[in-house]
């Protein structure tokens, strides 16, 4: 009886180890919100606001390891105010493409993910809200393309799954004089499915 119980503990960790290494596709669906903020050197503050996203992810990978590209439409703002008071209310539209590579802990349909990687940022859209003086102030002329880098965590549940992340802005967002390094900084918490 030993035997047969040490054979069979054999043969479910070596067909474990063996579908760890295989290699998977995944495709699914996620959605969310995102809080906003931009990272501005000496002149400008700013707060956290409250946006959204939604879109597709794929996960390809085997042997722990995997590669997540997503493309998600995204909205954002954020208010930048001076020294002085004067505010402008700047919201974008964005598609958005993290390039993420990732491992995974667990089994039995659930799992902890851990991930890192660039995130392409293309603008779609962008508008600004300020006073006749604010104007003067700062009148952002925003670039159409930028890079961050993303860092998460996931969990999986069956094929839920649940990401929280933080984006640092690795470009300027702007090419306007009056503004000083300005970039986007971000997190995110998405609620997500699983396809297939």
Do not use: C
Request: net charge positive.
């Amino acid at each position: 009886m030993k035997k047969i119980s040490l054979s069979l503990l054999f043969m479910l960790s070596s067909y474990y180890a063996f579908s760890q290494g295989l290699p998977t596709f995944q495709l699914g669906i996620k959605g969310g919100m995102n809080l906003s903020k931009f990272k501005t050197k000496d002149t400008f503050s700013s707060d956290n606001q409250a946006g959204y996203y939604g879109g597709i992810w794929a996960r390809i990978g085997g042997a722990g390891i995997h590669l997540q590209p997503e493309a998600y439409l995204s909205g954002k703002k954020s208010n930048l105010v001076t020294a002085n008071g004067l505010e402008n209310g700047v919201r974008f539209t964005s598609l958005d493409v993290p390039v993420l590579i990732g491992t995974k802990f667990g089994a039995a349909g659930i799992g902890l993910r851990l991930n890192t990687g660039p995130v392409f940022t293309l603008m779609l859209d962008e508008e600004q809200n300020f006073g006749q003086a604010a104007s003067s102030a700062f009148n952002g002329d925003f670039k159409e393309n930028s890079i961050g880098w993303q860092f998460g965590v996931g969990l999986d549940i069956g094929k839920l799954n649940v990401d929280a992340r933080y984006e640092s802005g690795l470009s300027e967002i702007n090419s306007a004089g009056g503004y000083p390094t300005t970039k986007l900084n971000l997190y995110t918490i998405g609620v997500g499915f699983r396809i297939f």
